[in-house]
């Protein structure tokens, strides 16, 4: 069976809870169903009795902005004189990118939704991730382009096009940097909300300078500092030495009047704490759960190597799968500010970072394992309905002590099963106090599977996805932790679900059991 997709725009806010082929500004969103034909064609699935089936949209921009990336409006994107002009330095550079192909057009097969179910990595699904990101982020950009008002736009994308004739790796990794796609989408309601904010255009010549800059061409651009500093994304930040306009060159990174990004060891995972997009604005300009830190010092972050390069040493030790995914999905780290309640969070604008806090490297690799299954499951979610419940709080969650709308409850079902999975591996490798988390995160996950089993608002998919969620925990019986450990993190389970229903009485019929 495979599953047509239905793009899905119930975004929440924080979760705390292969070889792409797009190319580039130029490339079209990844169309599944001809670079993948055995998962294509299938229908989507129907809504459960009693509610209006979905129709399938782009889920990265809102519904008022939809039709702006509607394939049926513009040039076909995989007509071949387009993509010659890719190769043919006399043809026009378009003022535009082509439009992508939304999300709808993704197909995802049973066998890939229950690899991505069990939580486990696989090469199906991480390139199911990262070609969903990429699709929804060229949408996204599509919609913002279109919406701009002036040529200024334009002019900045004929440069983004240029570098990437010299260097398309260098220009894919900028406009699908994570803060890239915090930046797109404010700026997009920005420009449908004349009475706001005015949008941040500007930003998209920093995107053009840093891609111009990596690549290696010769330019020329005049931008304006914010507040006398100039963030390049995936680059840093530039410090002009007076004020007012500054004039870019290809030698403008050269200078002693630079600060770079900071590169965690490993791999090619920043450390942000510079981006003015690392993390969206609380809404309504209200304080939200989850704070980026400011710019750290030298100090701060030579703590955050120590701590990466111990977390991704026990990953590799214990789970070398999970270690090369979350090398795979994890392009950048922000870190938290002090205060945050929270170990870690996961913001689905900014696909492919979380923000954590600095902590020992177990539990930094344990923040990681968790962390990256939000992102997974967030970009599933984008091109497959798994539910048609509201956001209404109303579900036990044991890991949280306030109740939970399905989604949440969900989510941290999914995300909680994964770390389930390491603490059992950890604790084969005989990592102290490993089985005991293990035995506890399990008791949560097998709690509230039985109510994520029988809800009625689970579509067909949502509920194959479930059910492998639910193989996936009871084949940890084939290796379970010594002595009653299991059982004794049950019972204490037990306590702390009569100790809720009896904190919220009216939700009583939600807690499972």
């Not at 941040?200 to 006398?228: E, N, Y």
């Not at 604005?281 to 120590?306: E, F, I, S």
Request: net charge neutral; proline share 11%.
């Amino acid at each position: 069976m495979n599953h047509r997709t239905e793009a899905d725009p119930r975004a929440e806010g924080p979760r705390t809870e292969a070889d792409p082929r797009a190319e580039g500004p130029r490339a079209e969103g990844h169309p599944a169903a001809a670079d993948h034909p055995a998962e294509a064609g299938h229908p989507a699935d129907p809504a459960p009795a009693g509610r209006p089936a979905r129709t399938p949209r782009a889920a990265a921009v809102p519904a008022q902005y939809s039709d702006r990336t509607d394939p049926a409006r513009r040039t076909d994107p995989t007509d071949p004189a387009r993509r010659a002009s890719r190769t043919d330095p006399a043809a026009p550079a378009p003022a535009r990118p082509p439009a992508p192909t939304d999300l709808a057009r993704f197909a995802v097969s049973s066998h890939t939704l229950r690899a991505l179910a069990s939580t486990e990595p696989s090469a199906e699904g991480t390139r199911l991730v990262r070609d969903v990101r990429r699709s929804k982020r060229l949408v996204l950009l599509r919609a913002v382009l279109d919406a701009a008002p002036d040529a200024e736009a334009a002019e900045r994308w004929a440069l983004l096009e240029e570098a990437e004739r010299q260097d398309p790796d260098a220009v894919r990794d900028v406009l699908h940097y994570p803060a890239t796609g915090v930046w797109a989408e404010e700026t997009l309601r920005r420009l449908h909300a004349p009475q706001g904010p005015a949008p941040d255009l500007g930003h998209l010549g920093a995107l053009a300078v840093a891609a111009a800059l990596r690549a290696g061409i010769s330019f020329k651009v005049t931008l304006r500092p914010a507040h006398g500093r100039l963030v390049l994304p995936t680059l840093g930040l530039l410090r002009p030495d007076r004020p007012g306009p500054l004039a870019l060159t290809e030698r403008s990174w050269d200078g002693a009047d630079t600060l770079p990004l900071h590169a965690l060891p490993g791999g090619g995972t920043a450390l942000d704490d510079l981006d003015p997009y690392r993390a969206p604005a609380p809404a309504d300009g209200r304080p939200g759960g989850v704070r980026p830190a400011r710019r750290l010092t030298p100090k701060g972050h030579k703590r955050w190597d120590t701590q990466w390069s111990g977390a991704l040493t026990l990953l590799e030790r214990y789970d070398s799968t999970r270690a090369e995914e979350t090398a795979l999905l994890l392009r950048s780290v922000v870190p938290l500010a002090g205060g945050s309640r929270s170990s870690g969070a996961t913001l689905p604008a900014a696909a492919g970072s979380i923000l954590a806090r600095a902590q020992a490297p177990p539990a930094l690799a344990a923040t990681l394992v968790h962390e990256v299954q939000h992102g997974k499951l967030a970009a599933l979610a984008d091109v497959l309905t798994l539910h048609t419940a509201d956001r209404t709080p109303r579900h036990w969650a044991p890991w949280r002590s306030d109740p939970r709308p399905l989604e949440g409850l969900l989510h941290g079902a999914y995300a909680h099963l994964a770390l389930a999975g390491y603490w059992q591996r950890a604790a084969l490798y005989g990592a102290r106090g490993a089985w005991a988390q293990h035995a506890r995160v399990r008791a949560q996950v097998a709690a509230v599977l039985p109510a994520l089993r029988a809800h009625p608002q689970l579509t067909l998919t949502g509920s194959e996805f479930v059910e492998g969620m639910t193989i996936a925990e009871r084949a940890m019986d084939e290796l379970p932790p010594p002595g009653d450990q299991h059982a004794t993190a049950r019972r204490a389970l037990e306590r702390e679900r009569g100790s809720w229903c009896e904190a919220h009485p009216e939700l009583a019929a939600f807690a499972g059991g």
